[in-house]
């Protein structure tokens, strides 16, 4: 037998004897290698897409499955353990925290990047500036029709939409631009999908949809570039007769747009080499690029060299 052929068969025995393996004896992932299944807020669809498609070229071995559902669904299959790693527009609570350190653990919550709320219209509509007090008084039922805002506005009744009933989206809004327990508008609506809204609000011309601003932030995009065509993006003012700002990058950056949130990604497995805190130190390190670019602002400082031409 040739001595070559001989010590890589002894190599390929030695590394196969030396992988980490589970109690039924299959080989367990590790940070590079092997395979997991996340669940992602729907809202950051665009981006994450980006960084699994990144993340597996990078690592052959590796597969990440990425299922985009509702912030919701994410955090109740993590504590119901059917899946081990989630990305989210929240922390988990004071009692889902302590369901996994009753457990024994406290899963790693990792801040990876603040997108914002962003407010689109139909392209039909003119009235493209509210204050956050109108913004407010529009999601409690306030301000129910559009000659409310503007006398010479014949859209009629205002129609609210969002994503989805257990988005993060709609539990941003309850919690952090109306608040005090106050109740929505009943003119207000969930479809599935901010694609829905997004058609929904092109097709009617007295809504106004209510989305994750990651499926328009990404400007290079060709499907955003659709989008732009179809729908008008707010500008949210502080006050009366102050200047509005809409959800992109800069102004999150400036604080300047008031509805910006964070981003987490959330890593329940117990083990803490395994895929998931890989992909989790990638989203937080490599990928703060990719948020970059995507229109996102990224949790981690990342540079950007701008040449200057001295005439």
């Known amino acids: ?65 990425a299922r985009y559902t509702s912030e919701g669904e994410a ?74 805002l503007n006398p010479k506005s014949s859209l009629g009744d205002v129609l609210v939409v969002f994503d989805n009933p257990l988005s993060g989206t709609l539990r941003y809004v309850k919690d952090s631009i109306i608040g005090n327990g106050m109740p929505l508008t009943t003119a207000a609506s969930a479809l599935k999908t901010n694609e829905e ?23 290079d995009d060709g499907g955003v570039q659709k989008f732009m065509k179809e729908i008008r993006i707010a500008d949210i003012a502080t006050v009366a007769g102050a200047e509005g700002y809409g959800p992109y990058q800069a102004y999150m950056a400036q604080n300047k747009y008031p509805f910006r949130r964070a981003m987490y990604v959330i890593n329940a497995q117990a083990r803490r080499n395994g895929l998931g805190a890989g992909f989790a130190s990638f989203l937080a390190g490599d990928a703060q690029r990719i948020m970059l670019k995507d229109g996102l602002l990224p949790a981690m400082a990342v540079t950007r060299l701008v040449k200057v031409s001295k005439e």
């Open 1 to 65: 037998m040739d001595i070559k052929f001989l010590f890589i068969a002894l190599f390929v025995v030695l590394l196969v004897a030396c992988q980490e393996k589970g109690k039924d004896g299959r080989v367990l992932d590790t940070v590079t290698t092997g395979s997991i299944k996340i669940m992602v807020e729907e809202g950051y669809q665009p981006v994450i897409t980006s960084c699994v498609d990144v993340f597996d070229s990078i690592y052959r071995t590796a597969k990440i499955d």
């Open 197 to 219: 809204v997004i058609k929904y609000v092109n097709g009617h011309k007295n809504a106004i949809g209510i989305i994750a601003a990651n499926w328009i932030s990404d400007t």
């Open 75 to 148: 955090i109740n299959a993590l504590l119901n353990d059917s899946v081990q790693v989630i990305v989210v527009g929240r922390k988990l609570t004071v009692e889902e925290m302590g369901y996994f350190e009753s457990r024994g653990f406290k899963p790693p919550q990792t801040l990876i990047a603040y997108d914002a709320l962003a407010f689109v219209l139909n392209a039909s509509n003119h009235d493209t500036v509210f204050t956050v007090d109108q913004v407010r008084n529009l999601l409690t039922g306030k301000i129910s029709k559009w000659s409310q």
